[in-house]
């Protein structure tokens, strides 16, 4: 059974950071793997992806030099790194599984975790 969980959300204050992290199972093969995020009234935004193929990264412009994508070695979990954290990454974050085109599109994608919340507070 393919499964995918979040964990490492929080509440913290503008400037800090946290590493989100996503434990992959039931999978067989390489695949693309990417993280999304929702807030409240909107629609669900894709802010990284990771291609195991390959290795390749890609951000969303909107997180570019603050979030940072990554796997272990396994390539059995997934992480993301947010730094200098705003209000407006206030969100439930996604990890998300595909084995189509690593883009930040949510159709790409199908399998989901359950989301993890981050709060950012000033």
């Known amino acids: 059974q393919v499964q995918l969980v979040e964990s490492g959300g929080g509440s913290v204050q503008v400037g800090g950071s946290l590493r989100l992290s996503c434990r992959a199972s039931?999978?067989?093969?390489?695949?693309?793997m990417a993280w999304f995020r929702q807030a409240p009234g909107k629609e669900r935004e894709g802010v990284a992806t990771?291609?195991?193929?390959?290795?390749?990264?890609y951000y969303a412009d909107s997180v570019k030099g603050r979030f940072t994508i990554s796997q272990d070695n396994a390539q059995n979990t997934l992480f993301l790194q947010i730094n200098s954290l705003k209000p407006e990454d206030t969100a439930i974050y996604y990890c998300?599984?595909?084995?189509?085109?690593?883009?930040?599109?949510?159709?790409?994608?199908?399998?989901w975790g359950q989301g993890t919340q981050v709060t950012v507070s000033s």
């Open positions: 998300a599984a595909g084995v189509s085109l690593c883009n930040l599109g949510t159709a790409a994608y199908k399998y």
């Open positions: 039931g999978f067989t093969g390489r695949r693309c």
């Open positions: 990771l291609n195991q193929w390959n290795g390749d990264s």
